[in-house]
Structures are given as structure tokens and as C-alpha cells.
């Protein structure tokens, strides 16, 4: 009986990470900078997890739990090579998404100005985004891109809820500026 309790719970457990994998990636190319290094990344955050999955009491908090292990695995990554990533030829992570379909197709015919335009602020804010210091640049992409709460960032990052939304204020006025300056440029 207690076998097939923890069977049940090892696939739910999967279900629940294989749910994070696009996200998981996501946020590890924003990291890293470098497809091969996120995927390595995302592998070992998965790895880590099965091998540590009783730790985790509320099976609820998987999201938060799985980045938790992803930003650990990746400071220790850096602690290794003793310096930060290079971003020197950063490649573009992931194009504007398409439009989604509805019932006029007259409405999903893409507008080649309204796209090139979309495609050209995404790289902008790609660019902006690895222009920030590893810190400030987590706390956007946690709060901003992946929609989680001030407390679930504290969490994962082991900060007080202060300093999370301390840096996520500097973080966003850095990244105006940088904007503001490309917005200029055009």
C-alpha cells in the first residue's frame, strides 16, 4: 500500500515539474544567457529535485520550490567559475509570441510593421534585461515575466520582502532608462 502511495505521489510529482519545464528554461536563458548552459541547467534542477523530492511538504509549491533549486544550482555554478556569465554575444531567447488564432481569419493575418516593431522592443528588452546585475535581473524576471508573488521571490531567493522590492524598483528604473535611451536612439 505504501508503494503504491509513493507511485502515486513520484507521478504526480513529475506531472507537476513537467508543467515548469517551459518556464523553468525560460528563466535559466535568462540566467544564463546561453541555450546550452539553460538546458544543462534546467537538467540539473530536475535532477536535484527527484533526488530531493520528500523535502518538498506541499506539492502546491513546486514552481516556487524548483527555481528555488535552479537559482541555487546556478550560484553554485558561478561560485565555480568565480565570475559572472558572459553576455557578450547574447542570442535572441525566444521570439514574440504569435498571435493567437480566433474565428476571423482576417484577424490573424500578421501585420509585417506591427511584427517588426515587436521584434525589435523584444531585443530591446532582451538586451536591457542582460545589461542587469544577475540580482536585479532575477527579481524581474520572477516578478515580471513569470508573474510571482513578492513572497514567493523571497523565498526563492532568500531575501526579506523589502530587499525584493527594493531591487525590483532599481531593477526597473535601470531598465527605463536603458529603454528610454533606446527609445531615443529611434
Keep these: 500500500m505504501i508503494l503504491r502511495k509513493d507511485r502515486r505521489k513520484r507521478k504526480y510529482f513529475e ?9 523553468l528554461y525560460f528563466g535559466a536563458l535568462k540566467l544564463t544567457g546561453h541555450r546550452e548552459d539553460a538546458e544543462d541547467l534546467v537538467q540539473e534542477t530536475c535532477h536535484r529535485a527527484f533526488n530531493h ?3 518538498l511538504k506541499d506539492l502546491e509549491k513546486t514552481r516556487p520550490w524548483l527555481y528555488r533549486i ?21 542570442k535572441p531567447w525566444e521570439e514574440p509570441m504569435p ?6 481569419p482576417s484577424a490573424n493575418r500578421m501585420n509585417p510593421e506591427e511584427d517588426f516593431i515587436n521584434k525589435e522592443l523584444w531585443r530591446a528588452v532582451e538586451s536591457a534585461l542582460t545589461h542587469l546585475p544577475s ?6 524576471i520572477l516578478s515580471d515575466i513569470e508573474g510571482m508573488s ?11 520582502i523589502g530587499t525584493v522590492m ?21
Design 166 to 186: 527594493s531591487r525590483l524598483s532599481r531593477a526597473r528604473n535601470l531598465l527605463t532608462r536603458f529603454l528610454n535611451g533606446y527609445k531615443d536612439e529611434l
Design 53 to 55: 523530492m520528500h523535502q
Design 15 to 23: 506531472k507537476r515539474v513537467l508543467g515548469h519545464l517551459d518556464s
Design 135 to 140: 540580482n536585479y535581473r532575477m527579481a524581474v
Design 70 to 90: 535552479m537559482i541555487n544550482t546556478w550560484k553554485n555554478w558561478r561560485a565555480k567559475r568565480s565570475v559572472e556569465f558572459s553576455y557578450s554575444n547574447p
Design 99 to 104: 498571435q493567437e488564432a480566433n474565428g476571423n
Design 150 to 160: 513578492y513572497r514567493e521571490i523571497s523565498e526563492i531567493m532568500e531575501w526579506p
